[in-house]
């Protein structure tokens, strides 16, 4: 739990849930009293209290802080929060940008949350309306498929170039003996390397006793290097692609540490991880994750055993450059974009493309694999989101084929209401006239010549349940070929016509319901076959019930009267 301590002279020190601290100082300020209440309040803003729990977020408070103290006594106010007044802070906030007034009405709300004492007419404005609101913050959207296979490629690429001159470079090595014995020989300078780790031209120069000058012409040192020890460029490239296979955010990405690998078998890793705004979670890799961990571990391996005991589990090691001893300390946005820059990564503007840490989280969870998913509440992304958020975040933000994709689902979910809110087609005679008289809709609507109603009367266009209007339209197939649909999908087509002769299979149908209804729970047959059981009775009472009567004698109540495939059988 983030503690926080304010001492004399004027100082903060924070201790966040991850184990990190930081000390802010407040000392020199004009206005020691007002600076110690607004102090106050941002401890009510610390995570568990608040949301706040990280460096970064505190410092953002602590500089709006100095800037409402400096502001506020440049104007004459020396006193605390207590004094202050509607008017004072009112000027104030219509004069400050967005981020400073909300940060400086969140304090005052802190100190009064802790029992500090404000004025009234403070306390309203503090919790009202902003004078600059907050513009409203939209989701990053995913990459484009092609930004994204971009992306994947070129680091996918690099990584496993990288890994495979590794390999090659150890093997050589391997092989290889000291170059003032052996001569210099690409095998011996991997040798050396090997044994005295990422040194500098210099230092290496100095094993062979001869001078840096003499190792950068003889050539080969930079190249046993790069090929040895991860650099800046693999690093970056491997991170990235960890996000991209993991889907974790950036931050717990870039904190972790060996101890947060727990392997359960050859194949499988729990990942602890720390997100800022939730402290620690855990979540099991997929399979193309795991195996990149195992990559760069192999990768990383040798560059580990060089490090200071207190730095080797720290999993994201390497040099900041090939043919350096210095390792890199942190990778910032400007290092990033460098890379994008020099390994000439493109968006689909042809710009170089901004490689955003965040939108690969959003991306990874737009392509992701859904077909797990059952509408539970629990089965969200994020064990931190409730649905309606990862709805806002993740659903919302689509690539345009998944775009495309859920507007041609929405659209034939339309369809099928539409479908289901039409009355059966139901002719009580075998009479060509009947069903031109009764149904003068329905023949407009499949454009049905004297010849095709009469096929529709007579039978010449029967199907298992009752005659269809045109069995090559495409309604639940392809186009131009026979209608795949099941027995049960015949009720809901707009295309069927039921006619007495349909009777007996009709009969045979609701038998196969009564048995299914029998071996199903009701939750399970209604979404399978629940509108169409619906349907047959609405058809079946439409008939006359002496032909139904007649018809019941032919119906034995077996699964082979019907046309079933072998997992659709009664068991």
């Not at 290889?176 to 780790?197: I, Q, S, T």
């Not at 495309?404 to 979910?413: G, K, M, P, T």
């Not at 499949?446 to 029967?462: N, T």
């Not at 009564?514 to 009472?541: H, K, N, T």
Request: charged share 20%; aromatic share 6%.
């Amino acid at each position: 739990m983030p503690t926080m301590l304010i001492d004399e002279p004027l100082s903060l020190t924070c201790v966040f849930s991850d184990g990190g601290r930081a000390e802010y100082s407040l000392d020199g300020l004009p206005n020691p009293r007002l600076a110690r209440d607004l102090a106050t309040g941002l401890v009510d803003l610390i995570h568990p209290h608040g949301t706040a729990d990280s460096a970064g977020t505190v410092n953002f408070y602590v500089q709006a802080l100095r800037n409402m103290v400096r502001t506020l006594a440049e104007r004459g106010f020396t006193s605390g929060a207590a004094q202050l007044r509607r008017g004072q802070l009112a000027e104030f906030w219509m004069a400050s940008p967005r981020r400073l007034e909300a940060h400086t009405r969140a304090l005052l709300e802190g100190f009064a949350q802790v029992g500090g004492v404000l004025d009234a007419g403070v306390m309203e404005l503090a919790a009202g309306r902003h004078f600059n609101p907050q513009p409203n913050r939209q989701v990053l959207p995913p990459y484009s498929e092609t930004e994204w296979q971009r992306l994947t490629e070129v680091c996918r690429t690099l990584v496993d170039d990288s890994y495979a001159a590794h390999r090659q470079a150890l093997a050589a090595a391997a092989e290889g003996r000291h170059p003032r014995e052996g001569g210099w020989k690409p095998g011996n300078l991997r040798w050396l390397l090997a044994r005295v780790g990422p040194v500098s031209i210099s230092a290496f120069g100095q094993h062979v006793d001869v001078s840096a000058a003499v190792v950068h012409n003889r050539g080969g040192f930079h190249d046993a290097t790069r090929a040895l020890f991860p650099h800046l460029d693999v690093l970056i490239a491997d991170r990235l692609l960890f996000g991209v296979c993991s889907g974790i955010v950036p931050d717990g990405i870039e904190e972790l540490v060996t101890e947060d690998i727990d392997w359960a078998g050859d194949s499988t890793v729990l990942l602890s991880y720390v997100k800022r705004r939730t402290a620690a979670e855990s979540l099991v890799l997929p399979r193309r994750a795991v195996r990149l961990l195992e990559q760069w571990l192999a990768h990383s391996e040798l560059l580990r055993s060089f490090v200071p005991a207190g730095e080797r589990g720290r999993l994201w090691l390497g040099v900041s450059r090939a043919g350096g001893d210095r390792r890199v300390r942190r990778i910032d946005r400007v290092a990033v974009q460098r890379w994008v820059l020099r390994h000439g990564l493109t968006g689909d503007d042809g710009r170089p493309l901004k490689v955003h840490r965040s939108r690969i989280r959003t991306t990874h969870q737009a392509v992701r694999d859904k077909s797990t998913w059952t509408g539970s509440g629990r089965a969200t992304i994020d064990p931190n989101h409730t649905p309606s958020v990862e709805g806002d975040h993740y659903l919302t933000a689509t690539t345009p084929a998944q775009q495309h994709a859920v507007e041609a689902i929405v659209e034939d979910a339309q369809r099928d209401l539409l479908r289901r809110s039409h009355p059966p087609t139901v002719i009580t005679e075998q009479d060509a006239v009947a069903l031109a008289a009764g149904y003068p809709q329905l023949v407009a609507a499949m454009d049905l010549d004297d010849a095709a109603i009469a096929e529709l009367v007579g039978g010449a266009r029967d199907v298992f349940t009752a005659a269809c209007g045109d069995q090559l339209s495409g309604l639940h197939g392809p186009k131009g070929k026979p209608c795949p649909a099941r027995p049960w999908v015949c009720l809901l087509c707009p295309l069927a016509v039921f006619a007495p002769r349909h009777a007996v299979n009709l009969l045979r149908l609701k038998a196969f319901f009564s048995r299914q209804w029998q071996q199903m729970s009701a939750a399970q047959f209604m979404a399978v076959f629940g509108p169409y059981a619906a349907r047959i009775q609405q058809v079946l009472d439409r008939f006359d019930p002496a032909l139904l009567a007649a018809a019941a004698a032919q119906v034995a109540d077996r699964d082979d009267e019907l046309p079933l495939r072998p997992e659709e059988m009664t068991a």
